[in-house]
């Protein structure tokens, strides 16, 4: 049987720029689903659908895919002038190419898998003004169409490098990332069919970062899903390029420039996550844990696992063979950090390898364990079951009192790490305190006072925190929504001041110290502070005195006019003797108020 051979006109093609904006051979979004026997045209193509029987799935072909269909082609009176079903024999082709008719190609992109539909196709879309065998010139013509079936076809690199055809549809959404470890089988062939390459039986493990034989292999799998299985065509500059690949392990040459046809199953792959995002905790799933919870900080959590160093040395078990299993709550550093920190991102019942660089291990020092010492500096391995946990009560779990009491627990527990010198713990401690007292509206107003008085003690203690940990702009944050409630609260204004020096920003720091000593203007602390600003200042002044007088400088140097020479004197301000003793003894004895003063609020 012959089909039309000539290039595929897209239904966009004839449409006039204010035509319906829409993909070509779709329906109107609007419109609802056709129901059998039902006839619509498609968009304002003149391309007419009836449908004959419903398909099944949700899924139609693009543009590029193989399709699989049986078809009959006859005249409006009924002639027949083409049909695959005379021999029994579906025709596939490309979508897109016209091979069948110019309008056909836009009509099966609207159908689903098995359904039967019959096209009316203008002139446009049909034969045209030329006719074919047994269609004369300027012919209306139907065809009615079965989809059996399609293969998906996927420009990989969008440059014809690889091409891949979906041969069998994979499991889930999830496709391997670069970090992921991938379990594949492929046979590779050169046109001719000979074999080039091939995987044992049971497959070849790899990490798809470390890539594997050729480029387009990694470039195929991440494309794919687990169980899904897909012919490659790849070219050259995707495979051995100009300089082929000698005969290795019982397997030929591939010359250079050679084409390569790829037959690929991903049959499964264990995810790898970068747990504390600077690649020095990797956690690699070996087997998915139930649900979608996670333990998270604060769980309790009981976990078994074989910890051992990077040549093989296990230096710990605990709940194998027999042996009690671990106990600990998570974010509490009851133990090693990459631990920790991995087994809040794991599910009940998943099993996982993780491997841990010394900063998140144990560190430059020697750590004995309970089957061998750790020697400093050490990567680890563990090999880890969550078994249990229970995570911590979310606020929206809790009543009122029940939110009060557990931000009033955080807080002394921040209090306490604040004393131990942990200030990035406190300051975490203190900002989940407000957590649970953050929304007013599910207060009672004989509860307001309690939230209140909670929110502004953790925000001033978080500030403490931040001070301490340099985060300058984090503590003038959380002063300020101190000042929110409360605008002359002293150790916010106190605490901010002491932000804005560390960032250069006097003037504002300033007018806090002015506004502080308004509220209470015998405070010691304060008033420290203050001298410390004004030896600022004067280093400050001195600074872009030099500044301007360097720039007048070079622009006199570079001034071709004749510069009379004149003796500048900067005038200065008449000081108060008060104010100029106060300077004095600023240059002469510096002092920098304890920031160990104005301590965390522990009421």
Not at 377 to 392: A, G, I, T
Request: net charge negative; aromatic share 8%.
């Amino acid at each position: 049987m012959e089909v039309e051979k000539g290039k595929g006109t897209d239904v966009s093609d004839v449409q006039g720029e204010d035509d319906l904006d829409e993909e070509p051979g779709e329906e109107i979004e609007s419109a609802p689903p056709l129901k059998v026997g039902e006839e619509r045209e498609l968009g304002n193509s003149g391309i007419k659908k009836k449908l004959l029987n419903n398909g099944i799935h949700w899924e139609t072909p693009e543009f590029g895919d193989e399709v699989t269909v049986h078809f009959v082609g006859t005249l409006l009176n009924g002639i027949k002038f083409c049909s695959t079903r005379d021999n029994g024999e579906p025709i596939t082709f490309e979508l897109g190419e016209g091979k069948v008719a110019k309008g056909l190609d836009n009509g099966i992109t609207t159908m689903k898998k098995g359904e039967r539909v019959l096209f009316t196709l203008p002139l446009d879309f049909g034969y045209g003004a030329e006719g074919r065998d047994g269609v004369p010139p300027d012919s209306i013509v139907q065809f009615e169409v079965e989809l059996l079936s399609w293969i998906t076809v996927v420009d990989i690199c969008k440059d014809g490098g690889i091409i891949k055809k979906i041969m069998e549809k994979g499991e889930r959404n999830e496709r391997p990332s670069d970090l992921d470890e991938v379990l594949v089988k492929y046979q590779v062939t050169l046109a001719g069919g000979t074999i080039v390459a091939k995987t044992p039986e049971e497959g070849y493990e790899f990490y798809v970062k470390d890539g594997h034989l050729f480029p387009a292999l990694t470039k195929a799998i991440i494309t794919m899903k687990r169980g899904e299985k897909v012919k490659l065509i790849v070219q050259p500059k995707y495979a051995f390029g100009d300089k082929g690949k000698e005969a290795t392990d019982g397997f030929p040459s591939i010359p250079p420039n050679s084409v390569l046809n790829v037959e690929l199953e991903l049959v499964s792959f264990k995810p790898v996550i970068d747990v504390t995002g600077d690649s020095k905790v990797f956690k690699k799933i070996l087997k998915e844990g139930e649900g979608a919870l996670v333990a998270n900080e604060g769980a309790a959590v009981t976990i078994s696992y074989i910890a051992w160093l990077e040549d093989g040395t296990v230096f710990e078990r605990k709940g194998v063979d027999g042996g009690q299993p671990l106990e600990f709550i998570t974010d509490e550093e009851q133990v090693i950090p990459g631990l920790d920190r991995a087994a809040a991102t794991m599910k009940k019942g998943e099993q996982a390898l993780l491997t841990i660089c010394p900063e998140y291990g144990f560190g430059s020092v020697v750590a004995e364990r309970d089957l061998a010492v750790v020697p400093p500096s050490s990567n680890l391995v563990y090999e880890v079951e969550m078994l249990d946990f229970v995570k911590e009560k979310a606020p929206w779990e809790l009543n009122n009192q029940e939110k009060i009491e557990a931000a009033g627990k955080k807080k002394e527990e921040g209090n306490i790490l604040f004393k131990d010198g942990n200030y990035q713990r406190a300051g975490k401690k203190y900002d989940k305190a407000v957590d649970y007292v953050s929304e007013d509206g599910l207060f009672q107003d004989d509860e307001q006072k309690q939230i209140k008085a909670l929110r502004i003690s953790c925000w001033l203690n978080g500030a403490a925190c931040s001070l301490k940990l340099s985060d300058f702009w984090g503590a003038i944050q959380l002063c300020s929504k101190v000042l929110d409630f409360e605008s002359y609260n002293v150790k916010a204004l106190y605490r901010r001041a002491q932000a804005y020096m560390k960032t250069s920003d006097l003037i504002s720091a300033e007018m806090d110290i002015k506004k502080v000593l308004e509220a209470d203007p015998q405070n010691r602390e304060v008033k420290l502070l203050q001298k410390t600003l004004r030896q600022l200042q004067v280093e400050s002044n001195k600074r872009d005195a030099k500044l301007f007088t360097n720039m007048f400088a070079q622009m006199s140097k570079g001034s071709s006019m004749p510069v009379k020479k004149l003796k500048v004197e900067i005038a200065e301000p008449e000081k108060s003797e008060e104010a100029a003793a106060t300077e004095r003894e600023c240059v002469a004895e510096p002092s920098t108020p304890s920031e160990d003063r104005m301590a965390v609020d522990q009421s």
